[in-house]
T-cell receptor, first 109, second 114 residues
Framework: KNEVEQSPQNLTAQEGEFITINCSYS?????LHWLQQHPGGGIVSLFM?????KKHGRLIATINIQEKHSSLHITASHPRDSAVYICAVLMDSNYQLIWGAGTKLIIKP | DTGVSQDPRHKITKRGQNVTFRCDPI?????LYWYRQTLGQGPEFLTY????????KSRLLSDRFSAERPKGSFSTLEIQRTEQGDSAMYLC????????????FGSGTRLTVV
């Protein structure tokens, strides 16, 4: 079993839909990252959180430390949101990131 | 400072050749990481440096792979006697270190071994 599991692996939705991507982990962590990777390969850090909820524009990230679960939500989705979204956890034993396999999101106009 | 720079962006090499990639992190970041990403997979940890010291290496990093960060600034990743299985995107990331600082990623070097 992977230490970081993401679901779904692939998600196709219509423009305007509310999107949820889930991340579950099984290790002790210091923080959790949500990252966005575009087809060209570049990775952008969206959020880093260790508790509660963070919001940036149309993106919302939540984390429940007790349940070892985080969600990334996109409101009013747009085709430019199409990308791979990756959850990565920062181990509390060292500073190594453990990555999920990513969720490929396609938003159709 | 415009972020983490990686050079080259793309590299095509023949099997058996040696290749070297360079990563220039954000200047005040003391931690530097190398990851490898194959198609459809999340990045895999290869190694990381705190300043010039290489603190951890993944078991994925065979003897053909070596990384350096000689002055605690830029880093190089060399692959000797490349194999087709080495074809991947090689990503570099840097951070100030500690829990509360985010990571900044380079655009990656895409290696194709033919």
């Amino acid at each position: 079993k992977n230490e970081v599991e993401q679901s779904p692996q692939n998600l196709t939705a219509q423009e305007g839909e509310f999107i949820t991507i889930n991340c579950s982990y099984s290790v002790g962590i210091s923080a959790l990252h949500w990252l966005q990777q575009h087809p060209g390969g570049g990775i952008v850090s969206l959020f880093m959180l260790s508790s509660g909820k963070k919001k940036h524009g149309r993106l919302i990230a939540t984390i429940n430390i007790q349940e070892k679960h985080s969600s990334l939500h996109i409101t009013a989705s747009h085709p430019r949101d199409s990308a791979v979204y990756i959850c990565a956890v920062l181990m509390d034993s060292n500073y190594q990131l453990i990555w999920g396999a990513g969720t490929k999101l396609i938003i159709k106009p | 400072d415009t972020g983490v720079s990686q050079d080259p962006r793309h590299k095509i090499t023949k099997r058996g050749q040696n290749v070297t990639f360079r990563c220039d992190p954000i200047s005040e970041h003391n931690r530097l990481y190398w990851y490898r990403q194959t198609l459809g997979q999340g990045p895999e940890f290869l190694t990381y440096f705190q300043n010039e010291a290489q603190l951890e290496k993944s078991r994925l990093l065979s003897d053909r792979f070596s990384a350096e960060r000689p002055k605690g600034s830029f880093s190089t990743l060399e692959i000797q006697r490349t194999e087709q299985g080495d074809s991947a995107m090689y990503l570099c990331a840097s951070t100030k270190g500690g829990v509360w600082y985010g990571y900044t990623f380079g655009s990656g070097t895409r290696l194709t071994v033919v």
